[in-house]
């Protein structure tokens, strides 16, 4: 056990979403595993699984761990539409946060 509490952070490119190819979802499971699963060892991390799918998909995390992954996915997705909207807001040459006054409805 360690004496010092450490955050993991993994380098190279963004965490892959679960919903992709399933490459992608392999690099996804992969790095789930290597985020929440206690390990000292790679080889221990994967276990006699043949794949990661298989690892993560055999893996039983808490329901703390389980919400923890839940909220990354949520909010890459939101990230995800953030910059979908923003380049889209820049292709059509506007402020993605300035709305036409005609578009708005109002209750009276």
């Given amino acids: 056990m360690r ?5 993991p952070v993994l380098l190279g490119d963004a965490i892959p979403r679960p919903d992709g190819a399933e490459e992608e979802y392999e ?8 985020l929440f699963k206690p390990w000292r060892d790679l080889r221990c991390l ?6 990661w799918i298989e690892a993560f998909e055999q893996e039983t995390f808490s329901p703390a761990k389980t919400a923890i992954i ?3 996915n949520v909010e ?15 292709e059509q040459h506007i402020k993605p946060h ?8 109002y209750d009276d």
């Fill in 3 to 7: 004496k010092k509490q450490v955050i």
């Fill in 27 to 34: 690099k996804y499971c992969r790095c789930m595993m290597m």
């Fill in 98 to 105: 300035v709305f036409d006054r005609n578009d708005m409805e």
């Fill in 46 to 51: 994967k276990g006699e699984h043949r794949t």
């Fill in 70 to 72: 839940h909220n990354m």
């Fill in 76 to 90: 890459k997705e939101c990230k995800e539409a953030r910059d979908a909207h923003a380049h889209a807001a820049q």
